[in-house]
């Protein structure tokens, strides 16, 4: 399994991004996928999560009604639309997937990473 992030950046506060994580080599349509994030000096924390046919979605209270998780499972990809962004929302980000159809919020259920992507907030 390979997951591809993307779409990182530097923007001011308020501004928006989007990230992208592109999968190969397994059943995409059949795997829950979420986003995860971990800022200098701190442990990594889930952001959103989605499960396998897009109908459930799950979001960290830090970035509910900011953040917008979607997948497109013709393109085997997984999207984070980030909008109002803040500097604490500095970090690196990483796409992660998971045996299983269903989203859940802790790290150690998601056994497939990709290489994370920076998204770095000025104030």
């Known amino acids: 399994v390979q997951l591809q992030a993307s779409g990182g950046g530097l923007v001011q506060a308020g501004a928006s991004l989007r990230l992208s994580c592109a999968a190969s080599?397994?059943?995409?349509?059949?795997?829950?996928m979420a986003w995860f994030r971990q800022a200098p000096g701190k442990e990594r924390e889930f952001v959103a999560g989605?499960?396998?046919?897009?109908?459930?979605?799950d979001y960290a209270e830090s970035v509910n009604g900011r953040f917008t998780m979607s997948r497109e499972n013709a393109k085997s990809t997984v999207y984070l639309q980030m909008n109002n962004l803040k500097p604490e929302d500095t970090a690196v980000y990483y796409c992660?997937?998971?045996?299983?159809?269903?989203?859940?919020?802790?790290?150690?259920?998601?056994?497939?990473w990709g290489q994370g992507t920076q998204v770095t907030v000025s104030s």
């Open positions: 080599g397994r059943t995409f349509v059949l795997a829950a």
């Open positions: 989605i499960s396998w046919n897009g109908g459930i979605e």
């Open positions: 992660a997937t998971r045996d299983g159809t269903y989203v859940h919020t802790r790290e150690r259920e998601y056994l497939y």
